[in-house]
């Protein structure tokens, strides 16, 4: 298990600085200014080169990636562009407030997707199933930014009972986890929920049914197992694939929703996204992109670990 | 013990109750503190250390509310043009003899909200923040957008504690207007954050410093910092010892929210989650009015225009082509049709009754027969096509709607003989382009751009695009516009120091430009806004700015 685990952190370096490299250069390929935030359009050119100087622009690319890169192992991920503030602490920030979101969503989504899913598998064919199953197509096709706004019309609108933006009365920087907080969290976490809630059923669906109709499970059931305790042996069974599902969905949340966010002004790494972008503010874009992708990097890492420990024959392949 | 006490002496019972009735109505005079909280557009707070960014928003919001400047904006009323006024200088004159010279009498007794005094020295740092390298506070973060907007001004000297000396590059009698856009940090609250500091070199500590200002920022403004989300909100609250005593903030707290959506702001002001949103969705002014909100708009020094490419073999070099297209579009049906009443229609950069307006000959107004008659006239006809490229983007800062309204124009001139093909490229890259020029490869043949601009200075409104020493790469005169009458008029206007005549001198470019045809002139921007119907006192000046202070809140 060890050598394993080794192994697998050794081959997360190359696929880190490839990482690096690609949302270094992706930033810089794309046309624009990349000083327009502090830079008018109307400054003069002597201005502009002077600016583009103290801001280390008139390198070359090569120098800029290798200087980009150095202080970002040393911890330094630049200041913003738009803002002077130090990157990594907006995007420290952007990310504490976005995996709050995506653990409440989480915790919405992976629970009725399992409880549909495990559900909807054992009594596969019945209107139960069908019921489940149209849950869980609704979740992955109803596009999420369109069910926040219903949402924010019922609930902050209409019925004026839960707020329609922000994360808390006076902002993050002062949550805690009390009612007066958490109804700020229950729009934008339900609707966050609803595709990994409809992926997870889906899957479990799948698994569940897979695995009922396999030989272990009548040869369980002939040796006189009773129904819970064959549904025991069908849940872990079926665990490693649901683990994997839900690692990468909580992923893909922990990566933010720039619609969700935005839709709720929640201060997340994807509203930071939507600022850097608009603003063309290249070092907090680098800085953010990069994050979550060793988000991503580091989740598979850990999913990829706890399936090991979870099914013997992954360490052996 | 006390109450038993007080039972046998009424006197002393009186006593007691005044004190358990005052302390009872101080509490209540506590709790009733007025808060207004507005919903910006912005995704992020305008940056707080003096220079604001987030272009005339942020002065809006963190400029103009924290700081003051050496001269101001009038902002009191909804009817009359938006001129300079008496700021921080309480007078000001060039020097008779050296023309690049300006001496600023300054404000006696104004404070910085650290308790500091403001002075000359306090002039000269501010000064050198954004134009002396050398100096520890220089920033480049806050150069752009400030030299930018004061693109002559050289240096500052202090004559004594109340007057200041600036230098120009050259003679400008745009200064004093210029000078809006300047606004004066405290060097005393900076320095204490300098000293603070840790950091490798001065440029680091230097930086370190501006970071923890703009934490906790100290101005002159009528608004004192409270408090500081970064991207979240930002809270301001009342400077009762503000210098203009009718300018005290009339409510106790102004808190700012960034809500770049304009549907989330929308429902924000209609849950009662803030009291005030700019720009609501406009599909929702309807239930907005409906639900009791107020919406206010006002013309704004804005202009939605064409910039014609004037290079060799532009088919805009004809004047009679130029004059058509202005004449082809009937902008009452683009006002109220696709924008739903907010849009003022442009005749120029000014209209009637602004001081820079001047009297244009040619009348810009919806007559198609007449752009008709000019197209034949110019050799075109429904037989024989023009074909012309105008470069717009999708959305930008400013730009309104700007494919949907680029369509209508291209519907409207059809009918007076033009083909319009459009370009349609990413706001950033659009705004880079401008600067570029047209003969750069990046206009991609385009002989019009469709970038909006702001009015507010004689610069920005009109010497950029006219004289021709502000051709790319200098400046955005991006059609190479290269006439000796406006590089003559430009002068004039520069080089008048009487503000009256300056003025005509202004009148008078302005008038020319339009007789030129110079754009193909659209529409004004009207910075649509929706209230809840408890704020009180909000007057929407022709601005880009408004003043928060005679604003109330009922309870």
């Known amino acids: 298990m060890l050598l394993y685990v080794t192994r697998r952190i050794v081959y997360v370096i190359p696929i880190v600085i490839c990482v690096a490299l690609v949302c270094f250069l992706l930033v810089h390929i794309t046309p624009g200014d990349p000083l327009v935030a502090v830079l008018p359009a109307d400054a003069s050119q002597e201005l502009a080169n002077q600016l583009r100087a103290a801001y280390g622009f008139d390198r070359p690319l090569p120098v800029q990636f290798g200087l980009w890169l150095w202080r970002a192992v040393n911890g330094d991920l630049g200041n913003s562009i738009a803002t002077g503030r130090p990157v ?230 | 013990m006390l109450l038993r006490k007080c039972g046998k002496s009424p006197a002393a019972l009186a006593v007691v109750m005044l004190a358990v009735a005052a302390t ?76 690049t010279k300006w001496i600023f009498k300054l404000r006696r007794g104004v404070k910085f909200h650290d308790g500091s005094p403001f002075n000359a020295d306090a002039v000269v740092w501010n000064v050198d923040k954004v134009l002396k390298q050398d100096a520890p506070q220089f920033d480049p973060s806050q150069v752009g957008v400030t030299a930018s907007r004061m693109p002559t001004l050289l240096s500052a000297r202090k004559i004594d504690d109340l007057t200041v000396e600036l230098t120009t590059k050259e003679p400008d009698s745009f200064l004093p207007i210029n000078l809006t856009n300047l606004f004066m940090a405290s060097p005393a609250k900076w320095q204490k954050f300098y000293d603070a500091a840790s950091g490798a070199d001065a440029k680091a500590k230097s930086q370190a410093a501006w970071d923890a200002f703009a934490r906790d920022a100290s101005g002159t403004g009528p608004w004192k910092m409270a408090g500081f989300t970064p991207r979240e909100r930002l809270e301001l609250v009342k400077n009762d010892d503000y210098w203009d005593k009718a300018r005290i903030p009339h409510v106790d707290k102004l808190v700012l929210l960034p809500m770049p959506e304009a549907n989330a702001r929308t429902a924000a002001l209609l849950s009662g989650q803030v009291d005030w949103v700019e720009a609501p969705a406009p599909d929702a002014l309807p239930e907005i009015k409906q639900r009791g909100f107020k919406l206010y708009s006002n013309e704004e020094p804005h202009v939605w225009p064409w910039q014609f490419s004037r290079l060799p073999g532009s088919p805009w070099n004809d004047i009679r082509v130029r004059k058509a297209a202005n004449l082809c579009v009937d902008r009452e049906g683009l006002k109220d049709g696709l924008l739903a009443g907010l849009m003022v229609p442009a005749t120029g950069t000014f209209e009637p009754g602004h001081p820079w307006r001047g009297n244009p000959t040619f009348q810009i107004k919806y007559d198609k027969a007449a752009a008709q008659k000019l197209m034949q006239e110019a050799g075109y006809g429904p037989n024989k096509h023009l074909a012309v490229k105008v470069q717009t983007s999708a959305s ?154 005679p604003v109330s809140i009922a309870p």
């Open chain 2, 24 to 99: 009872a109505t101080g509490a209540g005079r506590a709790s009733a503190a007025t808060v207004l909280r507005i919903g910006m557009t912005a995704a992020d707070i305008p940056r707080t250390l003096g220079q604001p960014d987030q272009g005339f928003e942020g002065n809006r919001f963190t400029g103009l509310t924290m700081y003051d400047a050496l001269t101001m904006w009038d902002l009191s009323s909804a009817e009359k043009p938006s001129v300079v006024i008496p700021g921080l200088a309480t007078e000001w004159k060039v020097d008779d003899s050296d023309k």
């Open chain 1, 88 to 317: 990594l602490a907006e995007v420290i920030r952007a990310v504490g407030n976005t995996v709050t979101l995506a653990i409440a969503a989480a915790a919405i989504g992976f629970s009725l997707g399992l409880l549909f899913g495990l559900i909807a598998g054992y009594f596969r064919d019945t209107w139960v199933d069908k019921l489940a199953t149209g849950f869980a197509i609704a979740g992955v096709s109803v596009p999420h930014y369109w069910l926040g706004m219903v949402l924010v019309i019922i609930f902050s609108v209409e019925l004026n009972w839960l707020p329609a933006v922000g994360a808390g009365p006076g902002g993050s920087g002062a949550w805690s986890w009390d009612w007066e907080h958490f109804r700020y969290l229950i729009l934008p976490a339900i609707t966050t929920s609803v595709i990994p809630m409809g992926i997870v059923t889906r899957t479990v669906r799948a698994l569940t049914g897979d695995i009922l109709s396999q030989d272990f499970v009548e040869a369980l059931r002939a040796k006189g197992l009773r129904e819970l305790d064959v549904f025991k042996h069908v849940i872990k069974n079926a665990a490693p694939t649901a683990l994997a599902v839900m690692g990468l969905q909580l992923g893909y949340m922990l990566g933010g929703s720039i619609l969700i966010e935005t839709v709720f002004s929640w201060p997340g790494s994807g509203l930071l996204l939507n600022s850097a972008i608009f603003q063309r503010d290249l070092p907090l874009l680098q800085g953010t992109i990069l994050v979550l992708a060793l988000f991503f990097v580091i989740l598979n890492l850990l999913v990829d670990i706890a399936q090991a420990a979870i099914d013997p024959r992954i360490k052996r392949g």
């Open chain 2, 396 to 549: 930008g800062s400013g730009q309104m709607l700007p494919l949907p309204m680029n369509e209508y124009l291209q519907q409207a001139l059809a009918e007076c003989y033009f083909d319009v093909q459009i370009d349609v490229i990413e706001w950033n890259t659009l705004f880079t382009n401008w600067r570029r020029g047209a003969k750069d490869p990046t206009a991609n043949g385009a002989n019009a751009i469709n970038v909006t601009y702001a009015a507010m200075d004689p610069f920005f409104a009109m010497v950029r695009f006219l004289q021709s020493s502000m051709a790319p790469p200098v400046s955005n005169n991006w059609g190479y516009i290269n006439d000796p009458k406006f590089d003559a008029l430009v002068k004039k206007a520069r080089q008048t120091f009487d503000p009256a005549a300056r003025d005509a001198a202004l009148a008078e470019l302005h008038a020319a430009s339009v007789d030129d045809a110079d754009f193909l002139y659209v529409a004004h921007d009207v910075a649509p806004r929706a209230m809840s119907p408890k704020v009180k006192g909000f007057v929407q000046p022709k601005s880009w700015f408004v003043d928060f202070s």
